[in-house]
């Protein structure tokens, strides 16, 4: 990202909303101006300057929402709108989102505040806004026809309420659930501690990110939103993988970590080099005496969690989901297993009739990440990345946490592939080979030393791949 430019443009954009509201009563009354932010870069952490203080998060390709202070209250307006977000280089989708982005920005606050917060409809139907994990009033709960009207099209509602707990939250809409979040609308909330908390350590990164997911048809440009299961884009923050900023922290660093999960499936998180707890769940913080060591914690649909940990190894460190297709992207699965099935001969018999035809997968599918596939227009390809030994054969729900001695406090630049010491990258072995005596002594002690050993290597696995 280019932290320098995105960094002064959001700062003029938000002192300019701020000021433009400062010089008028009859404007602190009425409606707070919206801000939109349309890049998909990760915006430097917008530090407070009215209000309690706090520590703010960085949302990965995202950002947080300003807000300006009214007689006690911290207001913020929300517009639910249709947006296109790039979700990787080259692949654009329609989706509906909130103040220009799906998701929407992030609202930061402090535990005590009195929230103020203005959603405007601006979508083809009614919505509705859940705050989701947090203690409201019954008729700021955002479920339609039970806590509230639906907001019409067109109208603006407000919701109002005290955030009571800190901890991890996100809000989506409780109104055509299924189609509005299928369709991106939805965003993260943190509440920051008032005080000290005894279970809440100060920490120097704090990212935030939401797990989503979309099905979108290969070469086209809207979800599918009756998909109930099966989905083919997995993301972070509507990006998928290499379009997912890395999480770039100083060697040292005590980094903390929240994602909430508003996928329709499980997400084990994965983090490579280093062991976390987790220090907090949807109910807020974990008190100490219940946390353990681990480098995995699934994240299940609907849940929070916060990781935390001391960035203490260098390098370049893989940060994914463990499902392995949630690491990968859109793909047919009616695609057969032919792992050991020998084609040759086959292939030239195809290309007669169809000279395009590429053979795939009796190798594995690594050269699918290598080759340039024929793909149709606006679609991202299913394993793709490079790294500076090569394909990264990568889609989806993966990033890197990169971890630099000199990399600046407050600094949340990319600082490029790791630089790895002398000697300490896994290489060819170019010594002497002996024969396995193991094998050996298989072959010769049994019938076998009759059948080729090429024989015994060649399985077939028959495929049925059907559902998540
Ligand atoms: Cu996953």
Not at 134 to 139: E, F, K, S, T
Not at 414 to 440: C, F
Request: proline share 8%; hydrophobic share 35%.
């Amino acid at each position: 990202m280019n932290q320098d430019n995105s960094r002064r443009q959001f700062f003029a954009g938000a002192a300019t909303a701020v000021a433009g509201l400062a010089v008028s009563r009859t404007a602190l009354a009425g409606l707070p101006e919206p801000v939109m932010r349309t890049s998909v870069e990760t915006a430097p952490p917008l530090i407070p300057t009215t209000g309690r203080p706090y520590n703010p998060v960085v949302t990965l390709n995202g950002w947080t929402l300003p807000w300006r202070m009214n007689n006690g209250f911290k207001e913020f307006h929300l517009v639910a709108e249709p947006i296109e977000r790039e979700m990787a280089p080259g692949f654009k989708v329609n989706m509906w989102g909130y103040n220009g982005q799906s998701p929407g920005p992030t609202i930061e606050v402090v535990e005590g505040d009195r929230i103020r917060i203005f959603v405007t409809n601006k979508l083809p139907e009614h919505t509705s806004v859940h705050w989701h994990g947090q203690r409201v009033p019954n008729g700021m709960d955002g479920v339609s026809g039970i806590n509230q009207k639906a907001i019409p099209v067109g109208k603006t509602y407000m919701y109002e309420f005290v955030a009571r707990r800190p901890g991890t939250f996100m809000y989506h809409p409780h109104a055509d659930e299924m189609v509005q979040m299928a369709m991106g609308l939805m965003g993260s909330w943190v509440t920051h501690p008032k005080v000290k908390h005894p279970h809440i350590s100060d920490v120097d990164r704090d990212f935030c990110f939401l797990l989503n997911s979309f099905d979108i048809e290969p070469g086209t440009k809207t979800p599918k939103i009756n998909t109930m299961l099966d989905f083919n884009i997995w993301s972070w923050n509507s990006r998928v993988f290499p379009g997912i900023d890395t999480l770039n922290v100083r060697k040292n660093d005590r980094v903390r970590v929240r994602v909430g999960n508003l996928t329709m499936t499980n997400h084990p998180i994965h983090l490579h080099g280093h062991e976390f707890l987790v220090t907090g769940t949807d109910g807020g913080p974990t008190p100490p005496s219940t946390r353990w060591y681990e480098v995995t914690t699934d994240v299940a649909v609907g849940q929070m969690r916060q990781i935390e940990f001391v960035a203490d190894e260098e390098g370049d460190w893989a940060f994914h989901c463990h499902k392995s297709h949630h690491t990968m992207n859109a793909m047919g699965h009616t695609v057969p297993t032919m792992v050991g099935v020998d084609h040759r001969g086959l292939i030239k018999k195809i290309q007669k009739t169809a000279p395009d035809y590429m053979l795939m997968g009796e190798r594995g599918m690594a050269d699918m990440g290598q080759m340039e596939m024929p793909i149709p227009d606006n679609t991202a390809p299913m394993m793709t990345g490079q790294g500076q030994f090569g394909s990264v054969e990568m889609g989806g729900m993966f990033s890197m946490l990169k971890v630099r001695k000199d990399q600046k406090p407050g600094d949340y630049s990319d600082p490029g592939p790791y630089q790895h010491p002398k000697g300490t990258v896994a290489s060819e072995y170019t010594g002497p080979l002996s024969e396995p005596a193991r094998m050996r002594s298989e072959i010769d002690n049994a019938d076998a030393a009759k059948t080729p050993t090429s024989a015994v290597m060649n399985a077939k696995k028959p495929s049925s791949h059907s559902g998540h």
